[in-house]
């Protein structure tokens, strides 16, 4: 759930921001930088450049989420123009005349076990950098996910995190882990040489809302399925008593 109140325009050069749009008929997302803040525009620069930006049409919607410690800010914008020399790194928003302060509560998690796909984000360009690891998550909400790796993790870290779901459809995501636990094994389950696996608790820091309903939709169906599968497997143990 989100709590929301009225915010100020208060937005500073070098804030991050993600902007939303529809391109070709799928949720697209553009991680930015604040480069300049004006009276009726707010200029963006991406860390590098992404050719989906050259097909964004002049005064086309976009939502503007702006990261805020424990928060953020919320505004419907358009597109503008590109900027520069370059149509696929920077470019220009319509300022929005109000923005919305957006609280996160907290989020019941749901135990599943999905693949993720996560790297470090580094902190000075804020992009993923290093090799991608793979585990699987333990339980994942709207709001978050807990997973198990032997891939070292700090409390604090950002992290890229990619969920393929059926088909071609991947949500990706980046979050701070907030709790990291080693996780207790047998010896014999120990490989010399291999890190003890840690369990991470990872809080989402931008993640759109229409990948916030996929996964309620996801684990939704999830237990639907669980649900259908104690019936049958109940129903199977009962038909010979019956028959006897």
């Known amino acids: 759930m989100i709590d929301t109140e009225f915010a100020d325009n208060g937005l500073e050069i070098q804030d991050h921001a993600l902007v939303e749009a529809e391109i ?34 002049q005064n086309q919607p976009v939502r503007l989420t702006v990261a805020r410690d424990g928060a953020a800010l919320l505004g419907r914008s358009s597109f503008l123009r590109p900027l520069g020399g370059s149509k696929s790194r920077v470019f220009a928003i319509a300022r929005p005349i109000v923005l919305e302060r957006a609280q996160r509560r907290g989020y019941v998690r749901y135990p599943i076990d999905l693949p993720i796909h996560f790297r470090h984000i580094d902190p000075d360009t804020w992009e993923p950098r290093g090799k991608v690891a793979t585990t699987v998550t333990k339980n994942l909400s709207p709001g978050g996910l807990l997973f198990v790796s032997d891939v070292p993790v700090s409390v604090g870290e950002d992290l890229d995190l990619t969920l393929p779901l059926s088909g071609w459809h991947r949500l990706s995501m980046s979050g701070v882990v907030k709790r990291v636990e080693f996780v207790t094994l047998g010896n014999d389950s120990l490989q010399p040489g291999r890190p003890a696996p840690t369990e991470a608790a990872v809080k989402f820091t931008r993640i759109t809302t229409l990948d916030q309903d996929r996964i309620v939709r996801l684990i939704l169906l999830t237990e639907h399925r669980r649900r259908e599968y104690a019936l049958a497997h109940q129903q199977a143990q009962i038909q010979p008593v019956r028959d006897s």
């Open 24 to 57: 070709a008929g799928r949720s697209t997302a553009f991680r930015a930088v604040i480069v300049r803040v004006c009276e009726t525009e707010l200029w963006l620069g991406l860390a590098s450049p992404d050719r989906r930006l050259e097909t964004m049409r």
